[in-house]
């Protein structure tokens, strides 16, 4: 089964700084998905960034990028020139390709302090 | 484009009480559709998928049900609500199983049952 592992309840960032964020997942597949997704207050989940297992290259959108090392099945988020707008929920998930059903990991709650 | 939409947004119903959930998806044909629960301060929990109009798989057996009257119409119920049935209610949708495309989640629905 898979699992998704999100080590850091809580961060906390300063306003315009570089903080990342940390998840790990077990998977048996060979081609997946992974994805960050945000939560704000709103409580509506924002799709921040995917990657594709089979891609080498990291994703970028924007502010956000991730490190993503398959050996490893680590892939965390990396959030640049912190906004404060940043501050939500963020959660790791990860699907098989071969069927549609998403693991999400608990969750790191991320203040960004002013 | 495609939209999701849930409501109630907030929901107050006393034990024992029936519920109804609805989640429609426009601007796309044949999506899969999902139910999740949050409980407070926690990660997303699968509760029921849908690859078409009638098709129900359940993740997690329990008070809950789901229903798929229409191809872009998901509905969650319940006869009688119990008090661990309190959380935030999140509906996803994503397109057909041939693809691995992304789940996008609606706003969602606050649910407290006193």
């Known amino acids: 089964a898979q699992t998704v592992t999100q080590s850091q309840p809580e961060m906390s960032v300063q306003e315009a700084e570089t903080v990342t964020l940390s998840c790990t997942y077990d998977t048996s597949e060979s081609d997946y998905y992974l994805f960050w997704y945000k939560q704000p207050p709103s409580r509506q989940m924002i799709l921040v960034i995917r990657?594709?297992?089979?891609?080498?290259q990291n994703a970028t959108e924007n502010r956000f990028s991730v490190n993503f090392q398959k050996a490893a099945k680590s892939f965390s988020l990396k959030i640049s020139d912190s906004q404060l707008g940043d501050a939500a929920m963020y959660f790791c998930?990860?699907?098989?390709?071969?069927?549609?059903?998403?693991?999400f990991g608990p969750g790191t709650s991320l203040s960004v302090i002013p | 484009s495609q939209t999701i939409h849930q409501w109630p947004a907030t929901l107050v119903q006393p034990v024992g009480s029936p519920l109804s959930l609805e989640c429609t998806v426009e601007g796309t044909s044949n999506p899969n559709l999902y139910w999740y629960r949050q409980a407070a301060g926690r990660g997303l929990q699968l509760l029921f998928y849908s690859v078409g109009i009638g098709q129900i798989s359940s993740e997690v057996p329990q008070n809950l049900s789901a229903s798929r009257p229409q191809d872009r119409q998901f509905i969650l119920s319940s006869k009688k609500l119990l008090l661990s049935d309190s959380g935030f209610y999140l509906c996803?949708?994503?397109?057909?199983?041939?693809?691995?495309?992304?789940?996008?989640f609606g706003p969602g629905t606050r649910l407290t049952v006193l």
């Open positions: 990657q594709e297992a089979y891609k080498q």
């Open positions: 998930a990860c699907k098989k390709t071969s069927y549609d059903k998403v693991i």
């Open positions: 996803a949708w994503s397109r057909d199983s041939s693809s691995t495309d992304t789940q996008y």
